[in-house]
């Protein structure tokens, strides 16, 4: 059973920071990407940025810049330091973990349950 623990999101106000982690347990022998996405009211969930375990990064336009998004693949831990936040950055914060491969089992892809990002004046 692979599990993922984030923390880090709050309150905080329009140009402040907050940093995100998310640590991968389990038996877990190797994963391929790690990645957060987030998920407003009444909104998708969208991507947000993610890291593959060769180092490639991909991140949303709408973060370029402000978000910078790390990985310790020896922990199986993700950051995401984000920068400069706005209010329209305000949302549940998920981290992914995918093509995850575990020790004696099937792997797969999985979710944390989600961490609150809320950018408030």
């Known amino acids: 059973q692979v599990q993922l623990v984030e923390s880090g999101g709050g309150l905080v106000q329009p140009g402040g920071s907050l940093r995100l982690s998310c640590a991968a347990s389990?038996?877990?022998?190797?994963?391929?990407?790690m990645g957060w996405y987030r998920q407003a009211p009444g909104k998708q969930r969208e991507l947000v940025a993610a890291?593959?375990?060769?180092?490639?990064?991909n991140y949303a336009d709408s973060v370029k810049g402000r978000f910078t998004i790390s990985r310790d693949s020896a922990k199986n831990t993700v950051y995401l330091q984000m920068n400069n936040l706005k209010p329209e950055d305000t949302a549940l914060y998920y981290c992914?973990?995918?093509?995850?491969?575990?020790?004696?089992?099937?792997?797969?892809?999985?979710w944390g349950q989600g961490t609150q990002v809320t950018v408030s004046s």
């Open positions: 890291i593959t375990s060769g180092g490639s990064i």
């Open positions: 389990g038996s877990i022998f190797g994963i391929y990407a």
């Open positions: 992914n973990a995918d093509r995850v491969v575990v020790v004696g089992g099937k792997g797969g892809n999985y």
